[in-house]
Nanobody, 115 residues
Framework: QVQLVESGGGLVQPGGSLRLSCAAS????????MGWYRQAPGKQRELVAQ???????NYADSVKGRFTVSRDNAKNTVSLKMNSLKPEDTAVYYC?????????WGQGTQVTVSA
């Protein structure tokens, strides 16, 4: 099993920025995808951004051009840089690790965008 721990959430004004980080409890030598999902109150959990083993990325249309996902293999971390935040970005953000046969989830970190 692998534990994922998110950090970096908080309260930010519209137009502001936050950087989320997800740290794995152990080294992952092979995986398919790592990424971020979010769930807003009363809504379904949705994909925000993913990064593959080879470094290719995928973003939800709603965050393209504003969010950037990256990975540091040496540190076993994946990050999500969020710029130009909007109130509709308010949600609990979850780190996800896909190893093919199994998926692992972090506990979530709250992001609130409000004036």
């Amino acid at each position: 099993q692998v534990q994922l721990v998110e950090s970096g959430g908080g309260l930010v004004q519209p137009g502001g920025s936050l950087r989320l980080s997800c740290a794995a409890s152990r080294t992952i030598f092979s995986f398919k995808l790592m990424g971020w999902y979010r769930q807003a109150p009363g809504k379904q959990r949705e994909l925000v951004a993913q990064i593959s083993r080879g470094g290719s990325t995928n973003y939800a249309d709603s965050v393209k051009g504003r969010f950037t996902v990256s990975r540091d293999n040496a540190k076993n971390t994946v990050s999500l840089k969020m710029n130009s935040l909007k109130p509709e970005d308010t949600a609990v953000y979850y780190c996800n690790l896909d190893v093919g046969s199994l998926q692992f989830w972090g506990q979530g970190t709250q992001v609130t965008v409000s004036a």
